[in-house]
């Protein structure tokens, strides 16, 4: 009766489409599925967006940052 309660509200094992992820580890799968979904333009163009503003966080960050500058010999 308490697997049929557990399985009945959404806890038990991962399944079909439409199941909650459980845990990390299915957070990181929805994730990375999330990301790889190559037929929903929607998903293509958040995803996208994101990795912009990644880069353009990272670009305004390190800009103080002078790879030219000879290094320190140690």
């Known amino acids: 009766a308490a697997a ?6 959404g806890t038990g094992t991962p399944g ?12 990181l799968r929805s994730a990375y599925r999330f990301a790889t979904d190559r037929n929903d333009f929607r998903r293509n163009l958040l995803v996208n967006l994101g990795l912009f503003a990644a880069g353009v966080w990272v670009a305004r960050n390190l800009t103080d940052i002078d790879l030219m500058a000879p290094q320190p010999v140690p």
């Open 4 to 9: 049929a309660a557990t399985a009945a509200a």
């Open 16 to 27: 079909g489409p439409g199941s909650s992820p459980q845990g990390l580890r299915g957070w």
